[in-house]
């Protein structure tokens, strides 16, 4: 072991198990997706425009 190593083992070991407690704790924490209710038409309109400019690029009608 070089003497870096042994001055920092401690800050390491306590990085690992805060990351296993973070992964631990939040891991089945799910994900919920929100809009905002007055740019909903917007969004869908460009998502529309986007998929038939996809569509139209690969040549399905």
Do not use: C, K, W
Not at 14 to 36: E, K, N, S
């Amino acid at each position: 072991m070089n003497l870096t190593f042994q001055r920092h083992y401690h800050l390491i070991g306590l990085f690992v198990l805060i990351a296993i407690i973070l992964i631990l704790g939040f891991g089945d924490q799910r994900i919920v997706a929100y809009t905002m209710p007055s740019n909903e038409p917007i969004i869908r309109a460009l998502a529309q425009i986007e998929i038939s400019g996809l569509l139209n690029s690969l040549s399905i009608h």
